[in-house]
């Protein structure tokens, strides 16, 4: 059972440099999203996406792109990296809400320093 | 401006005691509210959950009480066991799918 994975689990990156979070689910789920955790904050929604084609920004979307061309894959992409991204970021998935189960599976966190 | 919030940073709890874990929220339309725990260095994993037209949901060791008209829930843990010491993460639901989550709260277990 793969679940979520992320890849890297981590990265250090300079100012200004771009890269790619990779996610994906083999849950064959509709919904898929990214957070990213800071002390004190809790886990911020960035981006979410209620299936293939479709995305939405969360919370805190600045700097951030995202794109869903297949059900498993939601790569996050940091096009020019600030030390404010500098976070734990997780990804996660679940089936689109039929009913009051909305329970998220997450994958095992990016951790990025961006100096 | 925080709709779900976890006023305890930490809390500390002797092995075979009950812990409580409290959490606030300020929107009226949150309609399912979920306990998830994390381990460090691992993803937060789903604990329980709770409708809003419950007050009380149980499973196992853990219970959930949602209080509507105060806003307010809790997550008990009955006995607690030094396996529980994680941070405990509390979220909301709003209408659209996205979840809403407090900032945690660190429970340490003391065997």
């Known amino acids: 059972n793969a679940g979520v994975t992320q890849t890297p689990k981590f990265q250090v990156l300079k100012t200004g440099q771009s890269m790619t979070l990779q996610c994906a689910q083999d849950?064959?789920?509709?919904?898929m999203s990214w957070y990213r955790q800071d002390p004190g904050m809790g886990l911020r929604l960035i981006h979410y996406s209620v299936g293939a084609g479709i995305t939405d920004q969360g919370e805190v979307p600045n700097g951030y792109n995202v794109s869903r061309s297949t059900t498993e894959d939601f790569p996050l992409r940091l096009l020019s990296a600030a030390p404010s991204q500098t976070s734990v970021y997780f990804c996660?998935?679940?089936?689109?809400?039929?009913?009051?189960?909305?329970?998220?599976?997450f994958g095992q966190g990016t951790r990025l320093t961006v100096v | 401006d925080q709709q779900v919030k976890q006023n305890s940073p930490s809390l500390s709890v002797q092995e075979g005691r009950i812990s409580i874990l409290n959490c606030d929220y300020t929107n009226s339309m949150f309609d399912y509210f979920l306990w998830y725990k994390k381990y460090p260095a691992e993803g937060p994993t789903f604990l329980i959950s709770i409708s809003s037209i419950k007050d009380k949901n149980e499973d196992g060791r853990f219970t959930v009480f949602l209080n509507k008209s105060a806003k307010h829930l809790s997550l008990h843990i009955v006995p607690s066991q030094p396996g529980d010491s994680a941070v405990y993460f509390c979220?909301?639901?709003?209408?659209?799918?996205?979840?809403?989550f407090g900032a945690g709260t660190i429970l340490r277990v003391k065997s």
């Open positions: 849950m064959n789920h509709e919904y």
């Open positions: 979220a909301a639901r709003e209408y659209g799918n996205k979840l809403v």
């Open positions: 996660a998935s679940r089936p689109v809400d039929r009913g009051l189960s909305t329970e998220a599976f």
